[in-house]
């Protein structure tokens, strides 16, 4: 048995999925959930709700809802309301609202069985569960974008308007939060989809460097041990999370990874050293859920890309690189190569988890091109990464 | 209905016993977790059912049963699954 000395009295309150008990510099915001759901708690089954929260990735937006939710539902108990907040990620459903409706179902009946259903049905289905339960949902739509790519218009404007569906006065059980990062993805839906859906917009501004060390500070308190974080370290770590775009999340990352480096150098103290030498190894924006939450072949289109852009030194590569160095890759790990329908497919999914950039090229002879490109990640890294992933992957099936 | 008609049943004994431990389960599942075929589930659910032990909710074409907690023989049946298992 050996022990080792670390600096950190918590780690997980430096999780991503952890919500604090204070939440900082979204008071404003949370007050105007509280409004705009207060009749949930006043006048429940009268009406629903529908509110968008925008913002940029790590501006708090799955925290916001999520501590709102939590309260919410804290009250609703004081009153006797059978109120349930559930949070999704679109993500995590691979954009799927069979799979989006399933989650809330299973809150009520954890083993529901939901193959072989429409969508139609589904949603009667849960609508006579909370009918039965005399329940009322709060439904967040984290990463919605995921769900407009994926399934377009029809499930959004069935969800919405579900109590159109209903016998007269019948009590409204549903109301959402939806999430994402821009407004302008809604464009892609049918005029009265976005119409149902954009009454009330909540927008997230970036954290000021300021506001970055007050969250810092707090969370330094609980995960470290005292005095084992200089406040240059907070500092510096702030001031390279504003440069990203004021993201709390690269920004707690960083502290972790900062704290972890103290750890593994044998240091009593997290100085600002820590952080560079963590910022060296953090790749920001992708996280390594993301890449695990891809597919074999997103995977491997992936790893096509990084290695297409190791290879050449270049900043950008076009859509004919990248799929040449992929059916490289597909021959050494033996699979068959998708389609450019289905790689295209595949790049819009990464450009939306942040791994690569796209902007449309020069015209070429069939048409103008697309460039890729890998802002974010150092290709080196991202190719190491994915090898961990795909050999794990291979090993275990 | 007499205890032994339940007692003796190894079928009926293991779906009292599945939602003991799940709470509320659809049919399919409680056959899965039983080991017992589909129709055999469906005809013990019907003959608990009818003696009043385990009652159902339907939500379209999925039948959802649990145990019928206010009757006191599913509170002494509750009970003996725990000692057994304890001992």
């Not at chain 1, 604090?20 to 404003?28: A, D, E, G, M, V």
């Not at chain 1, 096509?304 to 160095?325: D, L």
Request: net charge positive.
């Amino acid at each position: 048995m050996f022990s080792y000395y670390t600096v950190f009295k918590d780690e997980t309150k430096l999780d991503i999925n952890y919500i604090p008990s204070r939440l900082l510099h979204r008071l404003n915001e949370l007050n105007l959930l509280n409004q705009f759901f207060s009749f949930v708690l006043r006048f429940p089954g009268k009406m629903s709700q529908r509110v968008l929260v925008s913002g940029k990735v790590g501006t708090g937006k799955t925290v916001l809802t999520q501590f709102f939710g939590m309260q919410l539902v804290r009250e609703a108990e004081k009153r006797n309301i059978n109120v349930h907040y559930v949070h999704v990620n679109c993500r995590e459903c691979r954009g799927n609202m069979l799979h989006v409706l399933q989650r809330v179902l299973q809150r009520f009946y954890p083993n529901f069985p939901v193959r072989g259903y429409s969508l139609e049905e589904l949603l009667q289905t849960l609508t006579s569960v909370l009918d039965e339960e005399n329940a009322y949902v709060v439904l967040t739509l984290d990463e919605l974008e995921y769900l407009v790519e994926k399934a377009g218009s029809d499930p959004i404007y069935q969800l919405t308007r579900l109590q159109e569906t209903r016998p007269p006065n019948s009590p409204h059980r549903i109301s959402l939060i939806c999430i994402l990062r821009q407004l302008e993805i809604l464009k892609k839906l049918d005029e009265s989809t976005r119409s149902t859906l954009q009454h009330n917009i909540i927008r997230l501004k970036e954290y000021s460097k300021s506001q970055l060390e007050d969250i810092l500070n707090d969370r330094v308190s609980l995960a470290f041990k005292p005095n084992t974080v200089l406040p240059d370290a907070v500092s510096l770590v702030a001031e390279l999370a504003e440069a990203e775009k004021g993201n709390a999340r690269f920004a707690i990352e960083l502290l972790w990874r900062a704290g972890k480096y103290a750890d593994a150098n044998g240091l009593s103290l997290v100085t600002p050293e820590c952080v560079r030498m963590a910022m060296a190894s953090v790749y920001s924006t992708v996280r390594k859920t993301d890449i695990a939450s891809l597919s074999l072949h997103e995977k491997l289109f992936l790893l096509g890309i990084a290695k297409a852009f190791k290879q050449s030194e270049k900043a950008y590569i076009s859509m004919g690189e990248a799929e040449e160095t992929y059916r490289a890759v597909c021959e050494e790990f033996g699979e068959k190569p998708r389609r450019h329908t289905q790689l295209w497919e595949y790049l819009k999914k990464l450009s939306i988890l942040g791994a690569v950039a796209t902007r449309k090229g020069s015209t070429g002879a069939r048409g103008r091109t697309t460039v890729i490109s890998m802002p974010w990640i150092p290709a080196a890294q991202l190719e190491k990464e994915l090898y961990n992933f795909l050999n794990k992957e291979e090993a275990s099936g | 209905m007499a205890v032994e008609e339940v007692l003796s049943s190894k079928g009926k004994l293991r779906i009292l016993k599945v939602l003991a431990e799940v709470g509320r389960l659809h049919i399919s599942e409680i056959a899965k977790r039983a080991g017992l075929n589909h129709t055999t589930a469906a005809n013990h659910l019907e003959f608990l059912e009818s003696h009043g032990l385990v009652s159902h909710k339907r939500f379209g074409r999925i039948r959802i049963y649990q145990l019928n907690e206010k009757d006191p023989r599913v509170a002494a049946i509750k009970k003996l699954f725990e000692v057994w298992e304890r001992t």
